[in-house]
T-cell receptor
Framework: LAKTTQPISMDSYEGQEVNITCSHN???????ITWYQQFPSQGPRFIIQ???TKVTNEVASLFIPADRKSSTLSLPRVSLSDTAVYYC?????????????FGSGTRLSIRP | GAVVSQHPSRVICKSGTSVKIECRSL??????MFWYRQFPKQSLMLMAT?????????EQGVEKDKFLINHASLTLSTLTVTSAHPEDSSFYIC????????????????FGPGTRLTVL
């Protein structure tokens, strides 16, 4: 599985747009990119998933360039409740047994 | 989205006792579930892959005789921490992949809420 690299921490303010970039240089053809959010003492929560170009849902947008070696999670107008750890993961498709290996994640802190 | 539950949410036990943690997929069937462990301020560490009807696959460095995994049905996997010691105190999280169709296959992995184990 492709290793992911993302910033250890980021700070922002309420109402701002936050972009977290993740690099995954060795991503394979069958791999897709998934982002999770984790609050303290809770299991990770699925945010968004994509294969290429742009994906948007009610929570976030995911931008993936053509070479797929990186991706950017965009959180519009963050609030204090968005303070959490965000994990970028590369997941192998077509296999329900494909395991997920977590990297260090990005600790996002939102200030008033 | 799909829901994964865990029971208990927290447990405190004495050193030397065994503790069983249940992981259930509530609205989908999962032939494969995963068990993670997370220490404070650290990322999730994959312990093992639980396979329905067969033996679990353990990650390197995880003692299979200490962390017993049973995947009894398509909706239930259990993790038993045998002869628990204080160093086993951690946050244990399970997950399962739910098929979502689409191309390429975009199965999404859903996580349980976690179980806080404290060994005295």
């Amino acid at each position: 599985l492709a290793k992911t690299t993302q910033p250890i921490s980021m700070d922002s303010y309420e109402g701002q747009e936050v972009n977290i970039t993740c690099s995954h240089n060795n991503i394979a053809t069958n791999d897709y990119i998934t982002w999770y959010q984790q609050f303290p003492s809770q299991g990770p929560r699925f945010i968004i998933q994509g294969y290429k170009t742009k994906v948007t849902n009610e929570v976030a947008s995911l931008f993936i360039p053509a070479d797929r070696k990186s991706s950017t999670l965009s959180l519009p107008r963050v609030s204090l409740s968005d303070t959490a750890v965000y994990y970028c993961l590369v997941v192998r498709g077509y296999s329900s047994a494909s395991k997920i290996i977590f990297g260090s994640g990005t600790r996002l802190s939102i200030r008033p | 989205g799909a829901v994964v539950s865990q029971h208990p949410s927290r447990v405190i036990c004495k050193s030397g006792t065994s503790v069983k943690i249940e992981c259930r997929s509530l609205d989908f069937q999962a032939t494969t579930m995963f068990w993670y462990r997370q220490f404070p301020k650290q990322s999730l560490m994959l312990m093992a892959t639980s396979n329905e009807g067969s033996k679990a696959t353990y990650e390197q460095g995880v003692e299979k005789d200490k962390f017993l995994i049973n995947h009894a049905s398509l909706t239930l996997s259990t993790l038993t921490v045998t002869s628990a010691h204080p160093e086993d105190s951690s946050f244990y999280i399970c997950s399962a992949r739910a098929p979502s169709g689409g191309h390429p296959s975009t199965d999404t992995q859903y996580f349980g809420p976690g179980t806080r184990l404290t060994v005295l």
